[in-house]
């Protein structure tokens, strides 16, 4: 049974949900706290960073295409540690997708449902994204190709909205420091997490002819996030986005257009925010199933209880949270440093050893999904003549793809 990759037109689609979901509403408020007047030469150092990262991600799955993150790192760096670096991270991500569920409460019970328990919101949000992840990434990839567009393209408007009845002279930046900029990037780094669901899902794509899809996704998140802190620094200036929980949220409110089709933007909140949250809850949750699997070699069985699990866990853990500012402090405070050396620290050592190795995979038509998996299910990587285990299929090849 030959595996079904995803369309290259989805690596786009994959980045928009992924990347600066987390905490766009809120970037603007840390940006401004940080930096001060100098706060968009944060989101430009952010950005820059950003796609240094994308760049890496794409460079390692370029050389190995048709094989996710784990499949890669199994042949580079072992497989006991693969296996050791990857349940540290299904941690990691069960922590990020609490920090997540309470952040979306809170900031639907601040702006809109301000009547309704969060752990009620979270739950919503949560059985939504575990619907969406069960399907696996193809079911996924349909949904995002509808709704993921669409909401770039109207919450670009409510930016743009709000930048026409901004003070023009507040968005003037001063160089206040290279180490409060610096520390203001720092703090926003952990939204390089993202970049995990695109090592594990890219693993269906062609990376090398899905590359300019990847890199157009990146350039509206780019401009979205540069967008969100414009907004707010222009409607409510520099101390009060620096002083507010939610400023890229409050700036839209406070924008109206009467006669037109939404007077008060602060609808968009209640059409956007709750898709985009879903959405990337939903990758995260794929993500952290199929690296486990993968892994520890487990069987595809797995995949759907693991989800669950996570699930479960995460919501118990958020609502342990107060309130979204005790979330964002443990994010910053613990999840940073696991994030670049768990992540990030990772990817560019199994990128520098494969490139000094000189180790690629084959061409993504030779591989084939394992005999008993669904047509989605990892792992992907099983070289032709043979099942997951390695027994060979009769009438065709033992030969090994060559690795390098």
Same mark, same amino acid.
Request: proline share 7%; hydrophobic share 55%; charged share 10%.
């Given at each position: 049974?030959?595996?079904?990759?995803?369309?290259?037109?989805?690596?786009?689609?994959?980045?928009?949900?992924?990347?600066?979901?987390?905490?766009?509403?809120?970037?603007?408020?840390?940006?401004?706290?940080?930096?001060?007047?100098?706060?968009?030469?944060?989101?430009?150092?952010?950005?820059?960073?950003?796609?240094?990262?994308?760049?890496?991600?794409?460079?390692?799955?370029?050389?190995?295409?048709?094989?996710?993150?784990?499949?890669?790192?199994?042949?580079?760096?072992?497989?006991?540690?693969?296996?050791?670096?990857?349940?540290?991270?299904?941690?990691?991500?069960?922590?990020?997708?609490?920090?997540?569920?309470?952040?979306?409460?809170?900031?639907?019970?601040?702006?809109?449902?301000?009547?309704?328990?969060?752990?009620?919101?979270?739950?919503?949000?949560?059985?939504?994204?575990?619907?969406?992840?069960?399907?696996?990434?193809?079911?996924?990839?349909?949904?995002?190709?509808?709704?993921?567009?669409?909401?770039?393209?109207?919450?670009?408007?409510?930016?743009?909205?709000?930048?026409?009845?901004?003070?023009?002279?507040?968005?003037?930046?001063?160089?206040?420091?290279?180490?409060?900029?610096?520390?203001?990037?720092?703090?926003?780094?952990?939204?390089?997490?993202?970049?995990?669901?695109?090592?594990?899902?890219?693993?269906?794509?062609?990376?090398?002819?899905?590359?300019?899809?990847?890199?157009?996704?990146?350039?509206?998140?780019?401009?979205? *996030?540069?967008?969100? @802190? #414009? $907004?707010?620094?222009?409607?409510? +200036?520099? &101390? =009060?986005?620096?002083?507010?929980?939610?400023? /890229?949220?409050?700036?839209?409110?406070?924008?109206?257009?009467?006669?037109?089709?939404?007077?008060?933007?602060?609808?968009?909140?209640?059409?956007?925010?709750?898709?985009?949250?879903?959405?990337?809850?939903?990758?995260?949750?794929?993500?952290?199933?199929?690296?486990?699997?993968?892994?520890?070699?487990?069987?595809?069985?797995?995949?759907?209880?693991?989800?669950?699990?996570?699930?479960?866990?995460?919501?118990?853990?958020?609502?342990?949270?107060?309130?979204?500012?005790?979330?964002?402090?443990?994010?910053?405070?613990?999840?940073?440093?696991?994030?670049?050396?768990?992540?990030?620290?990772?990817?560019? *050592?199994?990128?520098? @050893? #494969? $490139?000094?190795?000189?180790?690629? +995979?084959? &061409? =993504?038509?030779?591989?084939?999904?394992?005999? /008993?998996?669904?047509?989605?299910?990892?792992?992907?990587?099983?070289?032709?003549?043979?099942?997951?285990?390695?027994?060979?299929?009769?009438?065709?090849?033992?030969?090994?793809?060559?690795?390098?």
């Amino acid at each position: 049974m030959m595996r079904r990759p995803l369309p290259w037109s989805s690596a786009a689609y994959w980045v928009l949900a992924s990347h600066m979901v987390l905490g766009l509403f809120a970037f603007p408020h840390f940006a401004a706290a940080s930096a001060g007047t100098g706060a968009l030469y944060v989101a430009i150092g952010l950005i820059l960073f950003g796609a240094i990262v994308l760049y890496s991600v794409l460079g390692l799955l370029g050389r190995f295409p048709g094989q996710t993150v784990v499949e890669i790192q199994r042949h580079v760096l072992t497989k006991p540690l693969t296996a050791i670096i990857h349940v540290l991270c299904a941690f990691l991500l069960t922590g990020v997708l609490a920090a997540s569920h309470a952040l979306f409460a809170d900031l639907m019970a601040t702006v809109v449902l301000q009547r309704t328990p969060k752990i009620v919101i979270a739950l919503a949000a949560g059985l939504m994204a575990l619907y969406g992840a069960w399907h696996g990434p193809h079911s996924l990839t349909r949904t995002l190709q509808i709704l993921m567009p669409v909401s770039a393209a109207l919450l670009i408007g409510a930016f743009v909205a709000a930048l026409f009845n901004a003070r023009w002279l507040q968005l003037i930046p001063h160089w206040t420091g290279a180490e409060l900029i610096g520390r203001g990037i720092w703090k926003e780094s952990y939204t390089m997490l993202a970049l995990y669901q695109l090592l594990i899902v890219f693993g269906w794509l062609d990376v090398r002819r899905a590359r300019p899809w990847a890199w157009g996704g990146y350039a509206v998140n780019s401009l979205v *996030l540069f967008l969100c @802190l #414009a $907004a707010s620094i222009g409607a409510l +200036g520099v &101390p =009060l986005t620096a002083q507010s929980t939610w400023p /890229g949220a409050l700036a839209i409110r406070v924008v109206s257009a009467p006669g037109f089709l939404v007077e008060r933007f602060g609808y968009m909140i209640i059409l956007l925010w709750p898709i985009a949250h879903v959405l990337f809850q939903a990758t995260l949750l794929l993500a952290c199933a199929v690296g486990t699997v993968q892994s520890l070699g487990l069987p595809h069985r797995y995949l759907r209880p693991l989800m669950i699990t996570a699930m479960t866990l995460s919501l118990i853990l958020s609502s342990l949270f107060h309130n979204s500012a005790q979330a964002f402090a443990i994010l910053q405070r613990y999840g940073l440093p696991l994030i670049w050396a768990l992540i990030l620290g990772v990817t560019w *050592l199994t990128w520098a @050893l #494969a $490139a000094a190795r000189k180790m690629e +995979g084959p &061409p =993504l038509e030779t591989w084939r999904a394992p005999q /008993g998996w669904p047509e989605w299910a990892p792992p992907m990587g099983v070289p032709p003549g043979t099942t997951a285990t390695g027994r060979q299929i009769e009438g065709e090849s033992r030969r090994q793809p060559p690795l390098g």
